[in-house]
């Protein structure tokens, strides 16, 4: 009755929306700076063993450690948000985005040189095609933390997400309504991870040979 109840009314459909702007906006920014980044530690050396080691350590602090950072620099507001979303999804990103360039085979880099391909050449038409399965991977992971870091941001204060949602069936000791949002977090996260990450891993094992028609 309660996830009924919630649709009936407006205040799912209105919580859904809000958090997926706010998660579409943070993971776009995610992506437009980690695989640029990834791609460079894949194959500048000096950023690998500087820059990759920073964010090889950053990994491996949870999302939700970036929350009172986040608070103390950006307040109670929709930018702390974007800031935990950006950190749950971006090094993820990053670091599956380096991992497929450095395993980029020799032998296309050795042909690109042979047929004069060179500089961005090289990146956009052998590194970047040769790196996509591996930055599909990493971009369905950032999904992933991104969602549950969101989620986290969402319950700092009444920001009308699904996060706030489940705040305020805590705060009302109201079971069915924390329950019911539960039920719409794990569906949208099914119905992206579905609809949009294995279709196109398919789409990417097909072309690449890797998977049957």
């Not at 319950?155 to 109201?174: K, M, P, T």
Request: aromatic share 8%; proline share 4%.
């Amino acid at each position: 009755m309660a996830l009924l109840g919630g649709f009936q009314d407006g205040s799912f459909p209105l919580a859904i929306l809000t958090s997926m702007r706010r998660i579409a906006e943070g993971y776009g920014l995610s992506l437009i700076i980690g695989i640029p980044l990834g791609m460079l530690l894949g194959r500048v050396k000096i950023l690998k063993e500087t820059v990759g080691s920073i964010v090889l350590g950053l990994q491996a602090l949870p999302s939700i450690c970036w929350l009172p950072l986040a608070v103390l620099w950006f307040g109670l507001s929709e930018r702390a948000i974007a800031f935990v979303v950006v950190m749950g999804a971006l090094l993820s990103i990053t670091i599956a985005t380096e991992d497929g360039v450095r395993n980029t085979p020799p032998l296309l880099l050795r042909a690109a040189r042979t047929l004069g391909s060179n500089g961005i050449r090289t990146y956009l038409d052998v590194v970047f095609p040769a790196a996509l399965p591996s930055i599909v991977t990493g971009m369905k992971l950032g999904w992933s933390f991104a969602w549950r870091s969101l989620m986290a941001g969402e319950l700092l204060f009444v920001s009308l997400g699904l996060g706030h949602l489940l705040e305020v069936g805590r705060q009302l000791n109201d079971m069915a309504q924390v329950i019911a949002v539960m039920i719409v977090i794990i569906a949208l996260g099914l119905f992206v991870d579905r609809a949009v990450f294995n279709v196109l891993e398919t789409r990417i094992r097909r072309r690449w040979g890797i998977e049957s028609a």
